[in-house]
């Protein structure tokens, strides 16, 4: 009888695989921590001294809050094969949700939480040591899934969103490419958003590991520290950030260091407020779009019109129901239920809403985005959002509700404002005032929280 060898392993070719840090690693810094900085050395021994700790498992709930303890522990955990689980929330609920959703896993941080996670593991100290002799970077699987995002919730459950190594280079060259347009030469970035959220995932840990770039290691959030931690690093600076920080750091009066440029996701941009940051703090304000199932693909200037430009290799192709996308991060084309309007031969388009937010009564129609800009349009009304209930009333109409953060003002008076810019069809009842709507870590509104609050206050 003939012999049969196997020649599956001998003939397969190579899987390609990725640098974790590309471009130079004799560049100065991957990071700032305290004013000081981290150089390429120092973060790879801190991820293999990391690296070598973890325990055997499939993948790792990365609670991380300080920026670098965040940055080397996704590293480390990437290294090791393993799959960094981003949960939309560090709720012990959605944490024990992502957990049971994968088997095997566990929870790594860098602090002493309550509750306890399940399988919870401290982050071994950091020193920021540099390796001795060359530095090489270490490779990555290129089609490894390195990390799988979950949706904010603010149209519904949360849902999850694989990432591989592959697709994070390839939305990396789009965001790179399109902040060099305005920030020459190496930068550092300053980020007020979490970055376990799929904008502070590509801004904040994504960028500074395959571009020219630099991160603060820490997340500040109140204005004084933002600006106190643009100051520990030099120029040039960009700040990432988002329309309710931006509107909290104007609102303070808190001088900040020059800046580059600044950058804003996770809810529209009112031009209004871009033009009164890039007068206050002479920078361009840049908004890119995306979400957790495509990452960034497109930006504008808000100041410089309403179109938002393609990064290259992105195609978009509207729908009835939504507008399907095909980019260079994406192994499948994705259908959002956003609604566009295309421009410029298809290299630019016009946001008109989403499917979802798109509300129709007695034939006339509205959205709940230009809704709530109009709500927030009036003086004295700080915060609010339009939405539309999920039970019908009596005559089988689901009603439009709102939320308003006004001190001083009356429902009554928020009301009346409301009738000279709006149907009457679509005033919102109930119009609710509360102190402050129940925004999560990048501002965005979960549905569920905002339905109870609505209840609450009935």
């Known amino acids: 009888m003939a012999t049969v060898f196997d020649t599956s392993l001998r003939d397969a070719e190579p899987r390609p695989r990725l640098p974790l840090l590309a471009g130079n690693t004799s560049r100065h810094a991957v990071a700032w921590r305290q004013g000081v900085p981290v150089s390429a050395g120092a973060f790879l021994a801190d991820v293999q001294h990391v690296a070598d700790h973890l325990p055997d498992a499939p993948a790792a709930v990365n609670l991380c809050e ?53 399988h919870y593991h401290r982050l071994p100290l950091l020193d920021a040591r540099p390796a001795a002799g060359p530095i090489d970077s270490p490779l990555i699987d290129a089609d490894q899934i390195v990390a799988i995002g979950y949706t904010s919730g603010s149209t519904g459950q949360p849902a999850a969103h694989v990432k591989t190594w592959r697709s994070f280079h390839a939305s990396n060259a789009g965001n790179l490419r399109m902040l060099h347009e305005h920030v020459e030469g190496p930068f550092n970035v300053v980020a007020t958003v979490p970055p376990q959220h799929m904008y502070g995932m590509e801004t904040s840990v994504v960028l500074p590991l395959l571009g020219d770039v630099a991160v603060c290691g820490s997340r500040p959030f109140f204005p004084a520290d933002v600006a106190a931690t643009l100051a ?32 804003s996701a996770t809810a529209p941009m009112p031009v209004e407020l871009a033009a009164r940051a890039e007068q206050h703090y002479g920078a361009p304000l840049l908004e890119v779009f995306g979400s957790t199932e495509t990452c960034v693909f497109a930006s504008r200037r808000p100041t410089a019109g309403d179109l938002w430009q393609l990064y290259e290799g992105v195609s978009l192709h509207p729908q009835p129901d ?64 339009v939405l539309q209930l999920d039970e019908p009333d009596a005559r089988g109409v689901r009603r439009i509700a709102a939320l308003a953060v006004a001190p001083g003002l009356g429902e009554a008076q928020i009301l009346e404002a409301l009738r000279g810019a709006i149907d009457p069809l679509f005033l919102p009842r109930p119009l609710r005032l509360v102190d402050a709507l129940p925004r999560n870590e990048t501002g965005k509104l979960p549905r569920a929280a905002l339905l109870a609050l609505i209840a609450a206050r009935g």
Do not use: W
Request: proline share 9%; charged share 15%; net charge positive.
């Open 322 to 385: 939504g507008t399907q996308v095909h980019a260079p991060q994406l192994a499948a084309p994705v259908v959002l239920a956003d609604l566009v309007t295309l421009h410029e031969e298809g290299r630019a388009f016009r946001l008109c809403g989403r499917h979802a937010d798109m509300l129709e009564i007695a034939g006339k129609r509205a959205s709940l985005g230009d809704l709530t800009r109009r709500l927030l349009a009036i003086p004295g009304v700080r915060d609010g959002v």
């Open 232 to 263: 520990a690093v030099p120029a040039p600076r960009v700040l990432v950030t988002t329309p309710v920080h931006l509107r909290a750091l104007l609102e303070s009066g808190v001088a900040l260091p020059p800046l580059a440029a600044m950058l």
């Open 66 to 118: 300080d920026r670098y303890a965040f940055l080397v522990a996704f590293s480390a955990i990437a290294l090791r094969g393993q799959t960094n689980l981003l949960p939309s929330s560090r709720a012990p609920r959605a944490i024990d949700e992502v957990m049971a959703a994968h088997p095997g896993c566990y929870a790594l941080g860098e602090q002493a939480l309550q509750p306890v996670p399940p």
